[in-house]
């Protein structure tokens, strides 16, 4: 019967995992959260993503980190390669209202 | 039968029915992501596909315990959530949401309270939580605290309604299933009770079978016992029988043996009678030869005694004819003397008168005096010829009265020779019969006499062949003689024989 428990509480995670992915995987298209990982991901990001053809539109609550509209298909891949983790931007991950431009 | 077994029936028929709608939501997310041209369609597609594959998993191990009902209501409640992802941003992404209803609606096929509550829970919980956290995620415009109450509000009126139809269920369900249990302990004991009398039966058919397999030894045994005895009885009616003519047989043996001598001795006699009358044959041969020469002579006689009587009655019938001539002239006579008769009568009466006459006439003389003397004279005169008259009417009165009784005895004597001459006739006529008869007698008697010497010829033969017989017989005697001795033997091995059977017989 634990071990039932146990499937029963994965499936509640599992709920609960896709509902934050839900709430944090970037949207297609719309304003992304770009959280640099590292000090050097971070120098240069706002030019990097403009150069993936983002624009940025305000900041993160995290250091460095960016909020920026764009593709998430042609920010994605080059993001990640940087180092830079891209998420949906949630009010309560940006910088109050003015967070977001 | 455990109560909860009918619910885990129906929450197993809930769960395989769960189960293919979680994975039917796989392409019609991918339809609608396809019609709507969401980048997101694989990924709903993907997450629909990843939440069906536990409950899928517990269902195919028939997994329908409490753990498995939760992991089941909370796949359910996520399912309508990706709907609302899908279409996020979407005029009708308000309109997803009555999936959740629907889905809260299904945990009523678990039969579980506690699944509802989890189901209910975790609409409401991530419902609040994307309401603060991602509000275009709960509603298309922004994050609206009352609305978020209100459709709480809805869900929890829904949860209760549900919770009291899941209840009614379930003790409906409990109630019938210990119903259905004491039915099936009803029907245990009535089959019990049914095995019982089955077996009862089974022992009432194996005695009825016993009982008529005893009725049919017994039955057996009694015609055995019959058939001994009519074995018996007929052994003894056999021994009576056989016995008797066995005996009789036996007595007859020595009977024929003992007659066997007087036999012989019969033989012997026989055939002295047997020459003796052959002797006595040829004796009589003779005296028959000499009887048909005297018959002959006898029939010769005969023969003239009835030419004489038809000789004599020819006589006899001439005299009668002759005397019946006589007979017309004899009544002649007779008439004619009662003629004169008659005659003489009137003669007597005119007489009678003439004397009356005479006698007046005297009278009267006498009284006229003596002038008519004479007259008186003539009177008398004619008186005494009235007396000479009658006196000679009497006469002949006498005459024809001797003449009319000569005439009766010739009328009778001619009666009685007529009557005579009839009885001659016939006597001659049954003389001649009788001659005609004896003929015919002695014809038969030389017809007779001639058979009876052919008879003593045949019987002579009939003497000749007897006494060939005699020879033969005494022959057949001895070998009779033998046969009598050899059944006189027989007969005591048939008495033997006959008794071993007998006795047998019984003994079977």
């Not at chain 2, 009535?190 to 030894?217: C, H, M, S, W, Y």
């Not at chain 2, 006698?359 to 006229?368: C, V």
């Not at chain 2, 050899?486 to 003994?507: D, G, K, P």
């Amino acid at each position: 019967m634990g071990n039932r428990w146990g499937l029963a509480a994965a499936q509640l995670a599992t709920v609960g995992f896709m509902m934050l992915a839900g709430v944090f995987a970037p949207p297609a298209r719309g304003d992304m959260l770009a959280i640099p990982l590292t000090t050097a991901s971070a120098h240069g990001l706002a030019a990097g993503l403009i150069a993936v053809g983002a624009i940025p539109v305000g900041k993160g609550q995290f250091d460095g980190a960016l909020v920026v509209r764009g593709d998430r298909e042609r920010l994605a891949w080059p993001m990640i390669a940087r180092g830079v983790l891209l998420l949906a931007a949630p009010d309560f991950l940006c910088v109050g209202q003015g967070g977001r431009a | 039968m455990n109560v909860e077994r009918p619910m885990e029936t129906i929450r197993l028929a809930g769960a395989r029915m769960l189960m293919w709608l979680f994975w039917l939501n796989v392409p019609a997310l991918m339809l609608i992501g396809w019609l709507l041209k969401s980048p997101d369609a694989e990924v709903g597609a993907l997450a629909a596909a990843l939440l069906a594959l536990l409950p899928t998993m517990m269902v195919r191990r028939r997994d329908i315990s409490a753990p498995a009902r939760m992991t089941l209501a909370v796949t359910s409640v996520a399912i309508p959530a990706l709907y609302v992802f899908l279409l996020r941003g979407h005029a009708w992404q308000m309109d997803m949401h009555m999936g959740f209803f629907a889905a809260l609606a299904a945990q009523t096929v678990l039969l579980d309270r506690r699944a509802l509550l989890v189901a209910a829970g975790v609409t409401a919980l991530h419902h609040l939580i994307l309401n603060y956290s991602y509000p275009a995620w709960v509603f298309a415009s922004e994050g609206d605290l009352p609305r978020v109450l209100v459709h709480a509000l809805v869900v929890v009126i829904q949860t209760l309604m549900l919770w009291w139809i899941v209840s009614l269920l379930t003790q409906t369900i409990r109630l019938q299933t210990e119903e259905r249990q004491r039915s099936e302990g009803l029907r245990k004991e009535a089959d019990a009770a049914k095995e019982r009398a089955e077996v009862a039966l089974a022992e009432l058919e194996r005695a009825q079978t016993i009982a008529t397999r005893q009725r049919g030894i017994e039955e057996a045994a009694r015609r055995a016992e019959e058939a001994t005895e009519r074995r018996r009885l007929v052994a003894d009616a056999l021994e009576a029988r056989l016995g008797a003519v066995v005996g009789d047989l036996g007595q007859l043996a020595g009977q024929l043996s003992a007659s066997k001598q007087w036999l012989f001795d019969l033989l012997d006699h026989t055939t002295q009678r047997s020459a003796e009358l052959r002797k006595a044959h040829a004796r009589a041969d003779g005296d028959v030869r000499a009887v048909a020469q005297d018959t002959e002579k006898l029939a010769t006689s005969i023969s003239g005694v009835g030419g004489s009587a038809s000789h004599t009655r020819d006589h006899a019938l001439r005299g009668a004819m002759a005397t019946r001539a006589l007979t017309p002239e004899v009544d002649i006579l007779s008439a004619t003397v009662d003629s004169a008769s008659s005659i003489v009568a009137l003669i007597s009466q005119i007489a009678a008168q003439s004397r009356t006459l005479s006698l007046n006439a005297g009278i009267e003389a006498a009284r006229s005096g003596s002038e008519v003397r004479g007259f008186a004279v003539v009177a008398s005169e004619m008186k005494s010829l009235a007396a000479q008259t009658a006196e000679a009417t009497r006469q002949i009165d006498i005459y024809l009265q001797d003449i009319r009784r000569a005439a009766d005895s010739v009328s009778g004597a001619i009666d009685v020779a007529t009557q005579s001459a009839d009885t001659i006739d016939r006597s001659t006529a049954g003389i001649v019969d009788d001659v005609a008869e004896q003929i015919r007698a002695t014809g038969e008697i030389a017809a007779a006499t001639e058979e009876m010497a052919r008879h003593i010829a045949e019987a002579a033969s009939q003497a000749e062949a007897l006494s060939l017989a005699l020879a033969e017989a005494q022959s057949a005697m001895g070998e009779t003689d033998a046969a009598a001795t050899a059944l006189s033997s027989r007969s005591q091995e048939l008495q033997e024989t006959v008794r071993n059977v007998l006795e047998e017989l019984r003994a079977a």
